[in-house]
């Protein structure tokens, strides 16, 4: 299930958007928003009017995040290395390491800014977000609990959602998450669509609930149908029910316009279901290379999709084990550890199998469900 790679960073860029955009605290059944085609041609042109200016950064992870354009996502970094002349500049820099998820980097960044006087207000959001995708949502749950009693507001619900969403607090998450749709105010369809996706991806990995996760997808979808994380999740949805039909028709839309490997991978085991065995063979040739050309870029974005695709389709075991192992380093999360479980697994490594699962919760069950339901395809 692809998760969100960029989540630590995008949920602080989606959070500023909307306080740019006035949001307020009022609900609404469903409300008008820019027609998503709109709205992207929009935020290309705002990429070209900045060209290297500082905060382009904010908006080439965007359009990665949404349209799975990972060229945005190595040039939002590499301009984000290029600048560290103040605190903000690091700031900056640890939400781009973020989004490549270079996390100890980013944490480095976040302490300098604080050595440099950047105010904690700025600094702790960040911080939270990385601590949250690295597996220590524990660490910072009350001091967000805290914050949405200070300062209720879209950034504190959403923020302490992820959080509880992390530790498997699915209920509290999703009411945190509703009443942070309700307080959006603004006619970007691109927030919208991603607290409707943040949900599906709860539902269907901590909740356990791929119908409600389906739900979710199609609502992120009606704000941003071109958003390729939510299409394949959902594709990867209706395979499993045997929708193979509407599956392959949405993966084929995202792989024609994004060749996103996973979309890729994917439709291959659809052709090789349906008998078409070398068409399917070579998408996921096609599939196994791009996913080198982008380990090969930026190793720690992809190694957790990548070591999914080898245990799967990609039929390399030992590859898999070794991207699961840099991904478990990288960070500890229940997902990653029963990624790496899957892998030693399949590579016949029982002991260090064993030793991951006596070693870490019981929760990472739930994970090991999930893929397990992924990996048979």
Same mark, same amino acid.
Not at 235 to 260: Q, W
């Given at each position: 299930?692809?998760?969100?790679?960029?989540? *630590?960073?995008?949920?602080?860029?989606?959070?500023?958007?909307?306080?740019?955009?006035?949001?307020?605290?009022?609900?609404?059944? &469903?409300?008008?928003?820019?027609?998503?085609?709109?709205?992207?041609?929009? /935020?290309?042109?705002?990429?070209?009017?900045?060209?290297?200016?500082?905060?382009?950064?904010? /908006?080439?992870?965007?359009?990665?995040?949404?349209?799975?354009?990972?060229?945005?996502?190595?040039?939002?970094?590499?301009?984000?290395?290029?600048?560290?002349?103040?605190?903000?500049?690091?700031?900056?820099?640890?939400?781009?390491?973020?989004?490549?998820?270079?996390?100890?980097?980013?944490?480095?960044?976040?302490?300098?800014? &604080?050595?440099?006087?950047?105010?904690?207000?700025?600094?702790?959001?960040?911080?939270?977000?990385?601590?949250?995708?690295?597996?220590?949502?524990?660490?910072?749950?009350?001091?967000?609990?805290?914050?949405?009693?200070?300062?209720?507001?879209?950034?504190?619900?959403?923020?302490?959602?992820?959080?509880?969403?992390?530790?498997?607090?699915?209920?509290?998450?999703?009411?945190?998450?509703?009443?942070?749709?309700?307080?959006?105010?603004?006619?970007?369809?691109?927030?919208?669509?991603?607290?409707?996706?943040?949900?599906?991806?709860?539902?269907?990995?901590?909740?356990?609930?791929?119908?409600?996760?389906?739900?979710?997808?199609?609502?992120?979808?009606?704000?941003?149908?071109?958003?390729?994380?939510?299409?394949?999740?959902?594709?990867?949805?209706?395979?499993?029910?045997?929708?193979?039909?509407?599956?392959?028709?949405?993966?084929?839309?995202?792989?024609?316009?994004?060749?996103?490997?996973?979309?890729?991978?994917?439709?291959?085991?659809?052709?090789?279901?349906?008998?078409?065995?070398?068409?399917?063979?070579?998408?996921?040739?096609?599939?196994?290379?791009?996913?080198? *050309? /982008?380990?090969?870029?930026?190793?720690?974005?992809?190694?957790?999709?990548?070591?999914?695709?080898?245990?799967?389709?990609?039929?390399?075991?030992?590859?898999?084990?070794?991207?699961?192992?840099?991904?478990?380093?990288?960070?500890?999360?229940?997902?990653?550890?029963?990624?790496?479980?899957?892998?030693?697994?399949?590579?016949? &490594?029982?002991?260090?199998?064993?030793?991951?699962?006596?070693?870490?919760?019981?929760?990472?069950?739930?994970?090991?469900?999930?893929?397990? &339901?992924?990996?048979?395809?």
């Amino acid at each position: 299930m692809k998760t969100s790679r960029l989540w *630590s960073s995008l949920t602080l860029l989606f959070l500023g958007t909307c306080a740019s955009a006035g949001c307020a605290n009022r609900p609404k059944d &469903r409300p008008d928003t820019t027609a998503s085609t709109i709205a992207i041609a929009n /935020l290309d042109q705002q990429i070209v009017e900045m060209r290297d200016e500082v905060g382009v950064e904010n /908006l080439l992870l965007l359009r990665a995040q949404f349209l799975a354009d990972y060229g945005s996502l190595d040039r939002a970094i590499e301009l984000a290395e290029g600048h560290a002349a103040s605190g903000q500049d690091l700031l900056a820099r640890a939400r781009a390491r973020a989004a490549g998820h270079r996390f100890a980097d980013a944490l480095d960044d976040i302490e300098a800014a &604080r050595r440099v006087g950047v105010p904690d207000d700025q600094i702790r959001p960040l911080r939270a977000s990385i601590l949250i995708a690295t597996g220590r949502a524990n660490e910072v749950a009350a001091e967000l609990k805290a914050g949405l009693t200070q300062h209720p507001g879209l950034a504190s619900r959403s923020m302490l959602a992820a959080a509880y969403a992390s530790m498997g607090r699915t209920e509290d998450a999703d009411r945190l998450y509703v009443i942070a749709l309700a307080g959006l105010d603004t006619t970007l369809p691109f927030p919208y669509a991603w607290i409707c996706f943040a949900r599906g991806v709860m539902w269907a990995e901590q909740g356990q609930n791929p119908k409600r996760a389906e739900a979710m997808y199609l609502k992120a979808l009606a704000y941003v149908p071109e958003f390729a994380a939510a299409n394949i999740n959902l594709a990867e949805l209706e395979m499993a029910h045997g929708d193979n039909d509407a599956a392959r028709e949405r993966l084929s839309r995202v792989a024609h316009s994004t060749n996103e490997p996973e979309a890729v991978a994917l439709l291959g085991v659809l052709d090789k279901r349906r008998g078409e065995l070398a068409i399917g063979e070579e998408e996921i040739s096609q599939a196994r290379q791009r996913f080198e *050309s /982008l380990l090969a870029r930026d190793p720690l974005a992809f190694a957790d999709h990548a070591a999914e695709f080898y245990l799967g389709p990609g039929r390399d075991p030992e590859r898999a084990w070794l991207l699961a192992k840099q991904n478990l380093t990288n960070r500890e999360t229940d997902r990653s550890v029963a990624l790496a479980v899957k892998a030693a697994e399949a590579t016949g &490594r029982y002991a260090d199998a064993c030793t991951l699962l006596r070693d870490h919760g019981s929760s990472v069950q739930i994970y090991l469900d999930s893929l397990n &339901r992924i990996l048979v395809q």
